[in-house]
T-cell receptor
Framework: SQTIHQWPATLVQPVGSPLSLECTVEGTSNPNLYWYRQAAGRGLQLLFYSVGIGQISSEVPQNLSASRPQDRQFILSSKKLLLSDSGFYLC??????????????FGPGTRLTVL | GQSLEQPSEVTAVEGAIVQINCTYQTSGFYGLSWYQQHDGGAPTFLSYNALDGLEETGRFSSFLSRSDSYGYLLLQELQMKDSASYFCAVMSRDSWGKLQFGAGTQVVVTP
């Protein structure tokens, strides 16, 4: 069966500090991978989307970046965090042969607070 | 562009029926999905509609009318554990492989 891991679960960082969040998927090959951010009480905002190693689509211009160094590893980074980067970060995957069904499977999330 | 609208909150008592509406505006529409998210947790998939009509999965049903750009999620025999946020999400030809999520509807179930 497939599983998706995210870490850390919670993170408190000062403004201007760097960020690295990691997501790994097990039990599947060539998944589509996604990074979302969710503000408190709000919907999911798609940040990055990847269909393969080194292939990243940025959905929202901001000071975040993403990388996919391995097939089942997706990393979200920032060089200098802003207060507005606070939120709940969710990684998700879907099967490579995406149909209109496109069921996405979410990781447990990282709650980031920037002070 | 794409937009989705759903109510922000619905309150109901245990055993009742709740309908969460979702209207969308999107070009190249393919299908409408529903996800459930408990407070502090990850979203989980509930249902999907690509064609007009009703899809039933246990106590939950989802409906789609493509001509009206409208769908709903029906929660029957409400239980306390159904207290959560529910999101509709659209898949479109213009953004293949990606979902556009609504802002979510918080369902509060009271005893």
């Amino acid at each position: 069966s497939q599983t998706i891991h995210q870490w850390p679960a919670t993170l408190v960082q000062p403004v201007g500090s760097p960020l690295s969040l990691e997501c790994t998927v097990e039990g599947t090959s060539n998944p589509n991978l996604y990074w979302y951010r969710q503000a408190a009480g709000r919907g999911l905002q798609l940040l990055f989307y990847s269909v393969g190693i080194g292939q990243i689509s940025s959905e929202v211009p901001q000071n975040l970046s993403a990388s996919r160094p391995q097939d089942r590893q997706f990393i979200l980074s920032s060089k200098k965090l802003l207060l507005s980067d606070s939120g709940f970060y969710l990684c998700a995957w879907s099967p490579i042969h995406t149909s209109s069904y496109n069921e996405q499977f979410f990781g447990p999330g990282t709650r980031l607070t920037v002070l | 562009g794409q937009s989705l609208e759903q109510p922000s909150e619905v309150t109901a008592v245990e055993g009742a029926i709740v309908q969460i509406n979702c209207t969308y505006q999107t070009s190249g529409f393919y299908g409408l999905s529903w996800y459930q998210q408990h407070d502090g947790g990850a979203p989980t998939f509930l249902s999907y509609n690509a064609l007009d009509g009703l899809e039933e999965t246990g106590r939950f049903s989802s409906f789609l009318s493509r001509s009206d750009s409208y769908g709903y999620l029906l929660l029957q025999e409400l239980q306390m554990k159904d207290s959560a946020s529910y999101f509709c999400a659209v898949m479109s030809r213009d953004s293949w492989g990606k979902l556009q999520f609504g802002a979510g509807t918080q369902v509060v179930v009271t005893p």
